[in-house]
Every structure is written in structure tokens, then in C-alpha cells.
């Protein structure tokens, strides 16, 4: 997103750094006006395929770590029957 926000930037200050292309007809722009968008509508793609695979890993670590709590439980009340069976 940050490559297709400085294209953007590019695009618009070179249009008001050439007075030629500035007052150009909207239909010169229109390529590169799409290829922007494209770019942008890219971006954010990948950007949405990332964050919903950092929160898949995110909920696969939470279900390993539940389950490792529930093993540490376990454990816990063994030995702690254990104990109390010796006594």
C-alpha cells in the first residue's frame, strides 16, 4: 500500500510540476490512473491474505498453548495426588 500511495505521490507531483500534463485530458491518465488502482487493489489483497494468515498462526498458537495448560494441569493434579496418597 505504502508503493502505490508513493506512485500516487509521483503521479500527482509530476502533474504539478508539468503544466503539460496537468492540464492533459482525463483520458491520458486514465493508464496510468488504472495501473495505480490496480496496484492499490494488489496491495491490499496481499495485505488482507497477511493479516488473516497472522490471525490463523495467532489462533493455532492459542489452541497449543490452551492445550499445553490443560497437560500442565494434569501433571499438577497427579503429583498433587501423588502427595496426598503418601501422607
Do not use: H, W, Y
Not at 503539460?20 to 491520458?28: K, N, R
Request: glycine share 4%; with cysteine.
Amino acid at each position: 500500500m505504502k508503493r502505490a500511495a508513493l506512485f500516487a505521490a509521483i503521479l500527482l507531483a509530476g502533474c504539478a510540476a508539468n503544466p503539460q500534463v496537468a492540464t492533459a485530458p482525463p483520458g491520458e491518465c486514465r493508464a496510468d490512473v488504472e495501473r495505480l488502482r490496480a496496484l492499490l487493489a494488489a496491495e491490499t489483497a496481499e495485505r488482507q491474505r497477511v493479516t488473516r494468515a497472522a490471525a490463523r498462526r495467532e489462533e493455532a498458537l492459542r489452541m497449543q498453548l490452551n492445550a499445553l495448560k490443560a497437560i500442565e494441569r494434569g501433571i499438577l493434579e497427579r503429583e498433587e495426588r501423588v502427595r496426598s496418597e503418601t501422607r
